[in-house]
T-cell receptor
Framework: GAVVSQHPSWVICKSGTSVKIECRSL??????MFWYRQFPKQSLMLMAT?????????EQGVEKDKFLINHASLTLSTLTVTSAHPEDSSFYIC????????????FGPGTRLTVL | RKEVEQDPGPFNVPEGATVAFNCTYS??????FFWYRQDCRKEPKLLMS???SGNEDGRFTAQLNRASQYISLLIRDSKLSDSATYLC???????????FGKGTHLIIQP
């Protein structure tokens, strides 16, 4: 399967700071990547679809100005949580689809964000 | 609203036993179906895709019933290492990406 890396694996920050999470596709190019968020004992919730060279598509209820996505190359997508608050504390995971958006997805190892 | 529903468990099962999970989905137009496994504080990993004809991979068997809109996973001869959360995942039918169930927590006891 595809190899997807994420960095950092965990981060603790103060309320009001911005946090940048990187998602890299290591073995093949990805025109599309997905960003999910998972709260404890909850399912993964799709936040946005990251498209290389164009604007990301955000799910309903996800603030695009708060969760900035950049997909400037075929191997890197970044998610920036701006002015993070404690309620943004969660497990953020990116994924790369094998083919289309409803096909098998390979997930990065996730980033655990804790906002104090 | 599209939903994927699973019994959250936990299922406490002795080692060597057979255990089965079910999952129901609400979008009749869904086209792709998967079981993922997620260990505590880790990312989900694909366990198997689910096909209309049913499919088997070693000790794991998956079934799809489109008429009743449910998916099942059977684990035979369970091992301690099977302890994890099993996510039912559905795609297609107009949805963007995949829709995940909350998962069923399985604990295999020695």
């Amino acid at each position: 399967g595809a190899v997807v890396s994420q960095h950092p694996s965990w981060v603790i920050c103060k309320s009001g700071t911005s946090v940048k999470i990187e998602c890299r596709s290591l073995d093949f190019q990805a025109t599309t990547m997905f960003w999910y968020r998972q709260f404890p004992k909850q399912s993964l919730m799709l936040m946005a679809t990251s498209n290389e060279g164009s604007k990301a598509t955000y799910e309903q209820g996800v603030e695009k100005d708060k969760f900035l996505i950049n997909h400037a190359s075929l191997t890197l997508s970044t998610l920036t949580v701006t002015s993070a608050h404690p309620e943004d504390s969660s497990f953020y995971i990116c994924s790369q689809p094998l083919r289309g958006p409803t096909d098998t997805q390979y997930f990065g190892p996730g980033t655990r964000l804790t906002v104090l | 609203r599209k939903e994927v529903e699973q019994d959250p468990g936990p299922f406490n099962v002795p080692e060597g036993a057979t255990v089965a999970f079910n999952c129901t989905y609400s979008n009749s137009a869904s086209q792709s179906f998967f079981w993922y496994r997620q260990d505590c504080r880790k990312e989900p990993k694909l366990l198997m895709s689910v096909y209309s004809s049913g499919n088997e991979d070693g000790r794991f068997t998956a079934q799809l019933n489109r008429a009743s809109q449910y998916i099942s996973l059977l684990i035979r001869d369970s091992k301690l290492s099977d302890s994890a959360t099993y996510l039912c995942v559905v795609g297609g039918g107009g949805a963007d990406g995949l829709t995940f169930g909350k998962g069923t927590h399985l604990i295999i006891q020695p």
